[in-house]
């Protein structure tokens, strides 16, 4: 059955530091997402992206972040500069249709800044 | 205000019991979409079962069904002859419109463990 990967699992870095969390998405989906997880809260989106082009961001998304389809089939969130608040669960998702319900999300990568 | 609220942190059932997890919600868009997830200490989010506001009939994934009580805007998850591997956080979800970005919110989330 196919599904989202993400890369790496857990990422480990130094504040102030960049950072890359790659995800693969289902190969004939067309819509993709980022959400943040921090320990012990609920999930929050950061981004959507369609069409090569953010199609939608919260305000967590803020210029430090950037996403991008380099090759279309890797999808990547970047942090430039990594804050303490970073340390959360990135999840990646994707989905077919703009109507279909059923999204898939990815295993999650576990960030930690010191 | 939240737009998913559900009540109980954590809940306790008994292996083979069945158990509610409660989840109530806030809209006034016509057209959403109602989710619930399942999320073991692994970490992984993995999909459970959908209700749309206009599905006449109430959701059932095996073992899964939604108990969906659109006048009273909840949404509560049923889950039948419950077993360890059960335990797990559980989040409903809801998505105003068709639009998985700041629409699709999620609720705090409810712990289960499942007692042998």
């Known amino acids: 059955e196919p599904e989202v990967t993400q890369t790496p699992s857990h990422q480990v870095t130094q504040m102030g530091q960049e950072v890359i969390l790659r995800c693969v998405p289902i190969?004939?989906?067309?819509?993709f997402y980022w959400y943040r997880q921090i320990l012990g809260q609920k999930v929050e989106f950061l981004v959507s992206f369609y069409n090569n082009e953010i199609s939608e961001k919260s305000e967590i998304f803020d210029d430090q972040f950037s996403v991008e389809r380099p090759d279309g089939s890797n999808f990547t969130l970047k942090i430039r500069s990594t804050k303490l608040e970073d340390s959360a669960m990135y999840f990646c998702?994707?989905?077919?249709?703009?109507?279909?319900?059923?999204?898939?999300f990815g295993p999650g990568t576990r960030l930690t800044v010191l | 205000a939240q737009k998913i609220t559900q009540t109980q942190p954590g809940m306790f059932v008994q292996e083979k019991e069945a158990v509610t997890l409660d989840c109530t919600y806030d809209t006034s868009d016509p057209s959403y979409g109602l989710f619930w997830y399942k999320q073991p200490s692994s970490g992984e989010m993995i999909f459970l079962i959908y209700q749309g506001s206009y599905d006449q009939q109430n959701a059932t994934e095996g073992r899964y069904s939604l108990n969906f009580q659109k006048a009273r805007k909840s949404a509560n998850l049923v889950i039948s002859a419950s077993q360890l591997g059960d335990s797990a956080m559980y989040f409903c979800a809801m998505r105003e419109g068709y639009n998985y970005g700041q629409n699709f919110v999620f609720g705090p989330g409810t712990r289960l463990s499942v007692l042998p």
């Open positions: 190969s004939n989906h067309l819509y």
């Open positions: 998702a994707s989905h077919l249709t703009e109507q279909g319900h059923e999204q898939f």
